[in-house]
């Protein structure tokens, strides 16, 4: 039985199905052999021989079914898995090139993931930490905090305009917003995307658009 399970699981049905008739062969030819020998038994060995062989033949069939099943279950989440993982390298490289800068926050207020852009927005001029951390940790991230936590208890978006003192003198104003999202397998609306925009890129922006307007209406 050992080699018929082992042909069927890792080879094809064809081997399967050719080592399960050798079984069988084997068993019939002892089953002539102990013919020759002892003629009285040759019907109980014909029919354990027979027997044996249509069981093992119907196992090797269904196990190579089930093998090959798995195996093309297991391609498949490779598959997924591989396309998964392009999915999450495209969202990071679009996340890490945005000029807005993007905060993924949990109930606790802690920081998971924050691309460049925020790290600027708010660390200032000093170099920020890629690592996770807490809102909490540094008082001049006090209003982001705050309406983080407005947003878990509201369960709605949340704009608002925030003006952030750094340390060294520095200030950056900005404007904020939030949108709640949920995770597969937990309760709805665990995680808050906070969106930073810089007010002076956006006034410089505005100014842009204003002047290109107005050389269009000179033309």
């Given at each position: 039985a050992l080699p018929v399970l082992m042909a069927a699981m890792l080879g094809s049905l064809l081997l399967a199905l050719g080592s399960?008739?050798?079984?069988?062969?084997?068993?019939?030819?002892?089953?002539?052999?102990?013919?020759?020998?002892?003629?009285?038994?040759?019907?109980?060995r014909f029919?354990?021989?027979?027997?044996?062989?249509?069981?093992?033949?119907?196992?090797?069939?269904?196990?190579n079914?089930?093998?090959?099943?798995?195996?093309?279950?297991?391609e498949a989440a490779r598959r997924i898995?591989?396309?998964?993982?392009?999915q999450v390298l495209v969202n990071r490289l679009v996340i890490d090139d945005l000029t807005d800068g993007v905060l993924i926050i949990d109930r606790s207020i802690r920081v998971s993931a924050a691309n460049p852009a925020a790290q600027t927005l708010l660390h200032g001029d000093q170099p920020g930490e890629h690592k996770p951390f807490s809102l909490l940790d540094d008082p001049v991230w006090k209003p982001l905090a705050a309406m983080a936590e407005h947003t878990f208890e509201a369960g709605s978006l949340e704009t608002a305009e925030v003006d952030l003192q750094h340390g060294d003198g520095s200030r950056t104003l900005m404007q904020m917003r939030?949108?709640?999202?949920?995770v597969a397998g937990e309760d709805a609306g665990n995680l808050c995307v906070m969106f930073l925009q810089?007010?002076?890129?956006?006034?410089?922006?505005?100014?842009?658009?204003k002047l290109a307007a107005m050389g269009r209406m000179s033309a």
């Open positions: 399960a008739s050798a079984v069988t062969v084997l068993l019939l030819a002892d089953a002539v052999w102990n013919w020759l020998a002892f003629p009285a038994e040759a019907s109980s029919t354990q021989a027979g027997l044996t062989g249509g069981g093992l033949l119907l196992v090797a069939f269904l196990t079914q089930l093998a090959s099943r798995l195996a093309r279950e297991e898995q591989r396309e998964a993982d392009v939030t949108r709640l999202t949920a810089d007010r002076r890129a956006i006034e410089a922006q505005i100014r842009t658009e």
